[in-house]
Structures are given as C-alpha cells and as structure tokens.
C-alpha cells in the first residue's frame, strides 16, 4: 500500500510539471503578441521557450517509457504548436546551401563592434575582404567606426563599395549599386538608431533598412549588480540586487518594443520593395520580432539551413540579427560566417532579382 501511495504520488507530480510546462510554453509562444509593456511574464516567457520545448521532449521520452498514453498526448501536442517557433532557429534541409552560384542580390548585415577599436585597421580590412569573398552587394553595419589606425574605412571600402550612407555615425550602408536616397531614424532616450537608403539595381529600386535596436541590458544589468555587491561594509539587500537585475532587463525590453513599433510605422510609408536587416538585440517570437517583421518574410525560414545563431557566445547562443524581405521578392540563400572578430556573426542573404 505504502508503495502505491509513493507511485501515485510521484505520478502526480510529474503530471503537474507537464501541465505547468506546457502551459508556460503556449504563453511563450503567444507572448510575443503583447507589448512587454505591462505584460513582463508573458514577454519573458519568450526568452524561454528553447528549455520549455526541451522539457516537453524530456516528458515525451518520459512518458514513453511509462507508458502513459493519455498523458503523452499533452507534451506531443504541445511540440506540434511549436514548430513555427522552431523554423525561426532551425532548418531542416537536404539541399546544400546555395553561395555564389545564382545571379541574385547579396545583402549582409554585421555588427562590428566598432571593429574592437584596434589601431592597425587589419580587423577592418579583413572584414571587407570576407565581404569581397561573399560578393557581398550591400552590406548593413552597425556599430561602425570610421577610423581604423590612420585611415578611414570608407577610403579603403570605396573601392569595392562605390557607394555609402551614414545614418548616426555608428550606422552605415554601402552598396555597389547607386544609392537615391536616405533617411536617418533617431530612437529617444538611447543612442541607438535606424536608417534607410533606397538603391537603384539594374533599374529597379529598393529600400534597404538598416536597425540596430536597444541592447539587452545584461551588460549594464551586471554593471549594476556588480556595483551592489562590491559595497564595503554593507550587507547586500538581496531584494535591491533583484530588482536591479529585473530593472535594468525590462528596460531594456521596453525600449525596444518602442523602437520596434517606430520601424514598423516606418515601413509603411514605402512605396519601394523592402529589405530589412540589422542587430534587433532579440530573439525570434517575441513583440520585437513580430512587429518589425510584419507582413516581411524571414529569409531564414525562406532558404536557410541547419541551426542558425547569430550572437556569438557559448552560454547565450541566440538569433538576434536578422534578414527579412518583402513578399514580392524571392529569397536564394540565408547563412551566416564564423567571423570572430565580433560578439556578433555577419549575415549573408541572396535575393533573385
């Protein structure tokens, strides 16, 4: 008797886990639909969703083994909802990827990190020589430096990049095709910012965006715990490390749910094809995703393949740079390179023409 109590028991519980997971994970998956303003469980249920969907696969293995038919059907049904979210990180293909080997346009984007402002200008040169390698046709920086060593980038980029537009002055687009015209976008209260520039290809014209969103916070969120905890002579109150730490991360969260909401109104003013590309500093489903990306393809779940991160990090490999394009455009290819001079990957897509 003591032992069925005990099977009972441990039944149950493992039954209210798989209830809770799956029911955090459904919140995870609809949580990018609200604004994180007022919503912070749901939006960070997002944030999530990578362990809520390996939990389902531990309950599924799990249930298998037990034998629990009935009870299979929740974390099964719960993979099935998923599948959208996870072709927005993983590709399954049998075709190999296709570089360099169709007429198309090459877009790339890469956040450069200000190029480590090293003084040699080697990173700089390096990074335009991949560029070169790729056949890169537009190429979306952020978080550009001018000056490497002693010389300008664009000097040395004008070479194969004809042209430029500067938007603030850490975003810059070049272009081997004629730019016609350009508008920079100013977030408030950050020194991010955004900016467009329409190109002329073979007669036709586009308006190729460039973002680079409000950062995540956890640099400055651990700037700010740190300093909590270094304090001589006083006990940390655990409560004020906890809210410094949520602060300063649902701020950052919030901040670009605005700027996002900005580039969505932005986008509706074209009258041109779109691409949009940048460093959204957030993860696929969630509010910023989903409001930048609109009615825009993710190129991605269009052509690309295999597991796609872009943040360059073991402990945080995340998609946070992006390549979307507008409906009436066709997608040939979507990969990334494993440039490191970044904590970010630059992103390469073809689009047939």
């Known amino acids: 008797m003591g032992k069925l109590a005990v099977y009972k028991y441990v039944a149950a519980m493992f039954l209210t886990f798989q209830i809770v997971v799956s029911i955090f994970t459904l919140v995870g998956l609809f949580g990018g639909n609200v604004t994180p303003v007022g919503n912070t469980a749901r939006a960070l249920c997002v944030y999530i969703l990578p362990i809520l969907i390996i939990a389902n696969v531990l309950l599924v293995f799990y249930w298998l083994i037990r034998r629990r038919w009935i009870f299979l059907a929740i974390p099964v ?148 715990a740190g300093k909590i905890m270094a304090q001589q002579h006083q006990q940390v109150d655990r409560n004020r490390l906890l809210n410094a730490i949520y602060g300063n991360y649902m701020m950052g969260m919030m901040f670009r749910s605005g700027q996002a909401i900005t580039i969505a109104n932005e986008k509706r003013e074209s009258d041109k094809p779109i691409i949009l590309c940048g460093d959204f500093n957030d993860v696929p489903y969630s509010f910023v995703y989903n409001t930048v990306k609109g009615d825009l393809v993710d190129g991605f779940k269009e052509c690309g393949a295999g597991w796609m991160h872009t943040y360059r990090s073991k402990n945080k490999p995340v998609r946070i740079d992006y390549i979307f394009h507008d409906e009436s455009l066709k997608g040939i290819s979507y990969y990334k390179t494993e440039l490191t001079y970044s904590d970010h990957y630059p992103v390469f897509m073809k689009i047939e023409l």
Request: a negative charge; hydrophobic letters at 35%; aromatic letters at 12%.
């Open 77 to 224: 049904v719960t993979l099935a909802c998923c599948i959208p979210y996870i072709g927005t990180i993983y590709q399954f293909s049998l075709d190999e990827p296709q570089y360099n080997t169709q007429n198309g346009l090459k877009i790339a984007t890469y956040n450069v990190a200000m190029f480590g402002r090293e003084t040699s200008g080697f990173m700089a040169q390096d990074i335009l020589a991949e560029m070169r390698r790729q056949k890169v046709d537009v190429l979306c920086i952020q978080e550009y430096n001018e000056i490497s060593g002693d010389k300008k980038n664009s000097e040395s980029y004008k070479e194969y990049f004809p042209y430029m537009q500067v938007g603030r002055e850490d975003m810059v687009i070049f272009s081997r095709y004629p730019i016609t015209g350009s508008k920079t976008i100013l977030f408030e209260e950050t020194n991010n910012s955004a900016m467009w520039a329409d190109i002329d290809v073979k007669g036709k014209a586009f308006r190729i965006f460039n973002i680079h969103l409000e950062t995540t916070g956890i640099n400055r969120t651990l700037h700010s």
